[in-house]
């Protein structure tokens, strides 16, 4: 049977949660977010319904990319407490049944790595080839520039090394040269160290620019860089079975399912749906359902124990840049019509509430989208209260502002001085004062008491996580229906892009006269009649109905 078979697969109906330590809670007063501090606030999280914890790059840094520039892959910045209290935090966290994965950014480094250093040193340093090197810049070489509006080339004059190097990202993140054997071993070591700390795998970043080896002099004569990421995998079910790597891969479908490995999965276990996310705000800024459908139709099935991870926002920009232009204007339109809310002209620097306004049932229906569409849901820390950005705050990290814990100073994330905050917080209306755990705790129609009830649900609803899916034909473009099937179990969900109340005719095959559709997110069930049931929807409504046969029951 299915659902017992694949007990073990945790990821496949995990709830991953996301955040920086430095944002998150500080405890020792200095400003900056610390273990310790998340350590204390790990019990908001199992509350909620949290099964995994996606740690932000925690290492030593000099933090020009948000600590995705570091000097040490074995250490514990500083600012954020010990290797000791990191392991406490892992201790912590196991104890509420939570896993921990971590950021594996090893397709660069700081350029003050001490690798680094010494390779710029002189051609003879044992380092030297654990970048990649060029006389000059070459002309056919690795196209595209990441962050246009900072970085002109790939390539970078080192005045000390007398050579340029490679670098994909800013200019002080050299790539490492993985066709190297011996820069492969070196991050098997990483993995294997903080697997053997107790992590369960690593959110893996940048994935396809890992693999390019076309910066490399004899590219040709290098084995597939499909075997390197297939060799990184069994590394890491040798240390840990149970553990996961989650890229960051934002390609078409097609170039993305590569990534999962051959049909047997032997690559990343998940990969992020960045082509559903976008097309979700398309559809969320058309008010139909079709771009998100047709995203959902030409998704490939991963393999039988890959998954993909679904997101509505993460910590860079909400990029939409596999949009046409004129979609990515439509979404600018509704979504960020103002310069200052746009990024490299692909992207949002903006949180999903105040894109929408801060209308609830609106964003109440994108999150019970994101926890009833197969994939595995991630949310960044502060999506459970509606958290937004602070424009004032530069580029990517107007979204990376302190969580809000309460309406106290600071929003309650530390006691020091606001000036020696590590980032600024939210001003206005979706500050503090507004927006924080604690009064939502207590008020049973907040966003963050809707989230725990749709974790709760989706929990409880195996067919979501593992079951068969399919987009259902509705007679209202306005609603995305689909039903997801498993060991004879169905729930079908139902969702309103429109501002409208709706009325959808819904077909179900399988269904008998007796049976009925219980709702999940709300009281109350529909009798279905020969297989065919009409559903109503609020404005922005969505509503989760499984199917209860007759005499079964169904504790709610
Ligand atoms: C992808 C990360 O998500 C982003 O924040 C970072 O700047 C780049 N990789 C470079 O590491």
């Known amino acids: 049977m299915r659902r017992s078979t694949t007990a073990d697969l945790w990821w496949k109906n995990a709830v991953i949660y996301c955040l920086d330590v430095e944002t998150f809670f500080d405890a020792n007063g200095d400003g900056c977010g610390d273990f310790h501090g998340l350590a204390e606030r790990v019990g908001h999280l199992d509350e909620m319904g949290v099964t995994c914890i996606w740690l932000m790059p925690f290492y030593p840094t000099p933090d020009r990319d948000d600590g995705y ?9 500083s600012r954020l407490g010990s290797s000791g209290e990191f392991v406490e935090f892992l201790r912590v966290a196991r104890d509420r049944g939570i896993r921990v994965i971590a950021d594996l950014v090893v397709n660069h480094t700081s350029n003050q790595h001490p690798w680094f250093q010494s390779a710029r040193s002189s051609r003879e340093s044992p380092h030297r080839d654990w ?68 992590l369960s795998g690593f959110r893996v970043d940048a994935v396809p620019f890992l693999l390019e080896t076309e910066g490399a002099l004899d590219a040709e004569e290098l084995p597939d860089p499909h075997e390197y990421l297939r060799d990184l995998r069994a590394l890491l079910s040798r240390h840990n079975g149970e553990a996961v790597l989650l890229g960051e ?63 509505v926002r993460n910590h860079d920009e909400l990029t939409l840049d596999k949009l046409s232009k004129e979609e990515r204007q439509e979404v600018f339109d509704a979504f960020g019509p103002d310069k200052s809310m746009q990024l490299y002209d692909r992207g949002l620097r903006r949180r ?29 820390y502060g999506e459970e209260i509606g958290m937004s950005e602070e424009l004032s705050v530069e580029g990517r990290n107007a979204v990376r502002t302190p969580m809000q814990w309460s309406d106290d100073d600071n929003g309650g994330f530390s006691k020091a001085d606001p000036e020696k905050l590590v980032a600024p917080l939210v001003r206005g209306e979706f500050g503090p004062a507004e927006v924080n755990v604690v009064s939502q705790l207590r008020d049973p129609a907040s966003l963050l008491s809707w989230m725990k009830l749709l974790i709760r649900r989706y929990r409880q609803s195996p067919e979501l996580a593992w079951g068969r899916y399919e987009v259902l034909s509705v007679d209202a473009d306005q609603v995305l229906a689909h039903r997801a099937d498993q060991d004879g179990g169905t729930v079908v969900a139902l969702h309103n892009f429109a501002d409208e109340p709706v009325e959808v005719t819904l077909r179900l095959d399988g269904l008998e006269p007796g049976d009925k559709l219980v709702d999940l997110l709300a009281d109350g069930s529909t009798p279905v009649a020969d297989g065919e049931v009409k559903v109503g929807l609020d404005r922005y409504g969505c509503r989760w109905l499984r199917v209860v046969k007759p005499g079964e029951v169904f504790l709610p």
């Open 69 to 77: 520039d570091i000097t040490d892959f074995y250490g514990v910045d």
């Open 131 to 198: 970048y990649v090197w060029r006389d000059e810049p070459p002309t056919d070489g690795p196209e595209g520039v990441v962050f246009p509006d900072q970085e002109k080339s790939l390539w970078e004059y080192d005045e000390e090394a007398g050579q340029y190097y490679l670098h994909r990202f800013y200019k002080h993140q050299p790539d490492l040269n993985v066709a190297n054997p011996a820069v492969r071993d070196e991050i098997a070591r990483v993995l294997g160290y903080w697997l053997h700390l107790g």
């Open 249 to 311: 891969v934002n390609l078409p479908y097609p170039d993305t399912m590569r990534f999962f490995g051959d049909e047997d999965g032997d690559e990343l276990t998940m990969c992020f749906d960045f082509i559903g996310m976008q097309r979700l705000y398309l559809s969320l800024a058309r008010k139909q359902a079709a771009p998100l459908a047709e995203a959902l139709r030409e998704r490939p099935a991963p393999p039988e124990d890959g998954h993909w991870a679904t997101f």
């Open 352 to 380: 999903l509430p105040s894109m929408l306004d801060g209308d609830l049932d609106r964003i109440r229906m994108v999150y019970s989208l994101l926890f009833s569409l197969p994939g595995t849901p991630v949310l960044f």
